[in-house]
T-cell receptor, first 113, second 108 residues
Framework: NAGVMQNPRHLVRRRGQEARLRCSPM?????VYWYRQLPEEGLKFMVY????????ESGMPKERFSAEFPKEGPSILRIQQVVRGDSAAYFC???????????FGQGTRLTVV | AQRVTQPEKLLSVFKGAPVELKCNYS??????LFWYVQYSRQRLQLLLR??SRESIKGFTADLNKGETSFHLKKPFAQEEDSAMYYC??????????FGPGTRLSVLP
């Protein structure tokens, strides 16, 4: 089991461009969580998804941000028209169906220039 | 609503001194509590969970339902313990909520 894989590890975007962050959960895990970590700050919950469903998106900004976890393929966090304030590390975690620990990816560091 | 608080943003101790990282939670039910650690430039990894009652790397944490706390303790801190520590709560099969984190710095 390769663990939670996130790509790219580093992403640079100019203001106004779109950023697409990918997360492949561990095999057999159907729960995916996205978190944002700003410099010198802790983890902030963004969205929680199960296959093809958004369960809780209370931490995600209403505009420009969207997330999906399709039946096939990785979970995608999409940020449209990025701004400097979107620069952060974005972490994805996955867990199996029944409550156990969440396993984290190595994160994607987004830099908006 | 679920909430996890960690009152200390930064905690500095000397090597060999005891360390306690505080965590309080609010949840109207029986949550599962975790401690995660993030060493420099590494991914978050599970340190311990209350249900397993294990001691990992010398760390222990006891769930106190009366005080709604899950403080992390180690009797003798080591320099390699320097890291970011996150307390987290899971509502059985639902969302994982993390506290803001405490940066532990163990001084030589």
């Amino acid at each position: 089991n390769a663990g939670v894989m996130q790509n790219p590890r580093h992403l640079v975007r100019r203001r106004g461009q779109e950023a697409r962050l990918r997360c492949s959960p561990m095999k057999g895990h159907s729960h995916v969580y996205w978190y944002r970590q700003l410099p010198e700050e802790g983890l902030k919950f963004m969205v929680y998804l199960q296959k093809e469903n958004i369960i809780d998106e209370s931490g995600m900004p209403k505009e420009r941000f969207s997330a999906e976890f399709p039946k096939e393929g990785p979970s995608i966090l999409r940020i449209q028209q990025v701004v400097r304030g979107d620069s952060a590390a974005y972490f994805c975690a996955s867990s199996p169906v029944v409550n156990t620990e969440a396993f984290f990816g190595q994160g994607t560091r987004l830099t908006v220039v | 609503a679920q909430r996890v608080t960690q009152p200390e943003k930064l905690l500095s101790v000397f090597k060999g001194a005891p360390v306690e990282l505080k965590c309080n939670y609010s949840y109207s039910g029986s949550p599962e509590l975790f401690w995660y650690v993030q060493y420099s430039r590494q991914r978050l990894q599970l340190l311990l969970r209350h249900i397993s009652r294990e001691s990992i790397k010398g760390f222990t944490a006891d769930l106190n339902k009366g005080e709604t706390s899950f403080h992390l303790k180690k009797p003798f801190a080591q320099e390699e313990d320097s890291a970011m520590y996150y307390c987290a709560l899971s509502n059985y099969g639902q969302n994982f909520v993390f506290g803001p984190g405490t940066r532990l710095s163990v001084l030589p």
